[in-house]
């Protein structure tokens, strides 16, 4: 029996962002030798969560690739897996070790220093089901990093990044951003914008994706998708 591996994203504004998608979409393929894999879009571009379920023969895993809770996209996402009883909806990437680890080696890639203080960038989060996760985060990659790190956010009830970098000030050190987004675009503009003396590269660039992030990718599937179920079974909720 053939099993799909849906991998669902926001969809990228720019070509930079889509080929950071489609790298690790390739990567994920390569690795998944016991799984035909399809990329899906909540947004801006096609295949849409609906014609990739359609299109594709059961069971299948459906993996969101957010980094935190997303309401809109959960919703979005279950109502599509009720279409088909063999669809299982996976936890989303994030919050997770791997990405802390990531995380860190875009702190170094940028030149951070130890004596640096660490902000977590998130874009804007909107309930306090994604503040719990951006906070874990953050705890991740203190523990990781083995230093302090505060929290700032595009938007919402979360601190203002930019005020979470003027706070960050107050310790007399350089400021550093880490930022936790999946690919480039608007979210990262705005994060180079902050007024922070460093700001990191998203997750995903331009060269060939973290085997690690592969790696999560394919844990979150086969975690979730041995056995074909009777209804969704929807894990991200």
Known sequence: MTRSLLLCAHGAENAHGRAALAGLVNAVRREAHDLEVVD??????EPS?????ESTPGPRALVPLMLAYDRAVSVGIVRSSHLDPSVTVTPPLGPDWVLAEIGV???FEAGARSTDTIVLAADTTTDEH???????????L???WGGRVHVGALGG????????VDVARAYGQRVVVSSYILIAGTAHEAMLGCGADVVTGPLL???????????LVLSRARRESATTVDSPKVVWN
């Open 40 to 45: 899906a879009y909540v947004d801006v571009h």
């Open 49 to 53: 969560i609906v014609s990739a379920i």
């Open 105 to 107: 080696r875009r702190l």
């Open 130 to 140: 994604a503040l719990a996760d951006i906070a874990k985060a953050a705890r991740l």
């Open 142 to 144: 203190s523990a990781v």
């Open 157 to 164: 009830p979360d601190t203002v990044l930019t005020e979470a």
């Open 205 to 215: 660039d331009n060269n060939p994706p973290d085997p690690r992030l592969v790696g």
